[in-house]
């Protein structure tokens, strides 16, 4: 295959140092138009300029010095003996400034970018407040199932010998077996809002059990219609629970779910800018006339191109361009709301083992979802809003590695 600077389809010059004129009145006229999500409805306008980051030299990023060590948090000394085991060293800083208030029973609002180990800011003290006793139940409510199972995995590689269970509940799974699980002892349900709800009308989960809740990622519950199903879960609890709420966002409407479901939370940010400043963000503008794939095959054929997540706005979209990759000889694989539960599960577990290179996706794949080294994302059609684009571009570069994130524009 041939392989060109895919620099060559900028228009105006090299974009993330500012560009030519035509550049600069193209995307003024551009970014004037408001975008509209796969639904059809109006969305915000895009800011084109938050597409394109030089990213920091790793040298230059800064580090870290936790106040504290894993070993210092008053938890059970067989979770410590698990964290070490899985290889943890030093808390990152949300799990530094977190972990220790929720060993104290705060209600706490989590605010990070992704890949900064939030999900082990809130499971580590969740599970030492089982390991305390064994008859405390716990619900994590999340927007996806892929996200879902990411967690309950994680959640068990901790608990691994503590006699500490767990149940995921998510759509697109066999209901029936999920149903038995819940009449075996758990400590844990992770689920989607809706799968969880359907439990609850069913009379197989109470909510009166339920000491702890968590909602991950609810900026995106709510844009999936999911807020009258947290309501009613909210509503049914305990008043006296402890209520985690992390996000890599927070919008005026997520604060107001906050005000409605926290009592006097603490706020805890880590997070120093919108994307990772190891992460370097670019606009590649492509003739009209030419078109996307080409220049994708461009781009994919590139050497330092060794795992890409494409994103695409619809599912008959995202199907249609992980078949024309695979037909030009890329190994790739699709997940999107169409493909059932085990699909999607195996197209996930092809990517994470390297046995494909790419994985073309809906925005399904863009929030909570840990895969490591991934090289490149690839936004092959404009996000909805700008928080979709964070979360999309979360998805590479995270921890201390360094990724680049391409969003393709017609001209």
């Known amino acids: ?66 106040e504290n060590n894993f070993c210092d948090f008053v938890m059970a000394e067989d979770l410590k003996k698990a964290i070490v085991s899985k290889g943890y060293d030093a808390p ?133 219609g999911f807020v009258a199903d947290m309501r009613a879960i909210m509503n049914e609890m305990p008043k006296d629970r402890q209520t985690l709420f992390f996000s890599a966002t927070i919008n005026r409407d997520i604060q107001g779910l906050i005000n409605e479901f926290l009592r006097d939370p603490i706020r805890i940010s880590v997070q120093t800018q919108e994307t990772a400043q190891n992460i370097e963000q670019d606009i590649v503008y492509v003739d009209r006339t030419k078109g996307k794939l080409k220049t994708l095959y461009d781009i994919l054929g590139k050497e330092d191109v060794t795992k890409a997540l494409i994103f695409g706005r619809t599912k008959h979209g995202v199907e249609k361009l992980s078949r024309d990759l695979i037909g030009k000889g890329f190994k790739a694989e699709s997940i999107h709301g169409d493909k059932n539960h085990n699909k999607r599960q195996r197209a996930l577990k092809l990517f994470k083992s390297n046995m494909v290179k790419i994985l073309v996706a809906t925005d399904v794949a863009a929030r909570g979802l840990d895969i490591d080294n991934i090289s490149h994302v690839i936004n092959y059609d404009m996000p909805a809003t700008n928080d979709d684009y964070i979360h999309r571009v979360g998805r590479t570069g995270r921890g201390v590695k360094r990724g680049k994130a391409i969003t393709l524009i017609e001209v």
């Open 1 to 66: 295959m041939q392989k060109r600077s895919f620099n060559s389809h900028r228009r105006g010059g090299p974009s993330r140092f500012g560009g030519g004129a035509r550049r600069g009145n193209y995307q003024s006229r551009y970014n004037n138009r408001p975008r509209r999500g796969s639904s059809g409805a109006k969305t915000e306008t895009i800011d084109f300029s938050r597409f394109i980051n030089k990213a920091k030299p790793l040298t230059e990023v800064e580090v870290f010095n936790p």
């Open 92 to 224: 990152t800083p949300i799990q530094d400034k977190t972990i220790p208030e929720l060993l104290k029973g705060r209600d706490v609002v989590g605010v990070a970018n992704t890949g900064t180990g939030k999900t082990a800011a809130f499971l580590l003290p969740l599970i030492n407040k089982v390991l305390l006793n064994k008859k405390e139940q716990v619900m994590i409510i999340v927007p996806t199932r892929e996200l879902a199972l990411q967690i309950d995995d994680e959640l068990r590689q901790f608990t691994r010998g503590l006699g500490v269970y767990s149940v995921c509940c998510v759509g697109g799974a066999p209901v029936y077996k999920q149903i038995s699980q819940l009449r075996f002892k758990y400590n844990f349900i992770i689920g989607t809002p809706g799968r969880i709800k359907d439990f609850i009308d069913r009379r197989v989960i109470h909510l009166n059990e339920f000491k702890s809740i968590v909602l991950d990622e609810a900026d995106r519950m709510l844009d999936m």
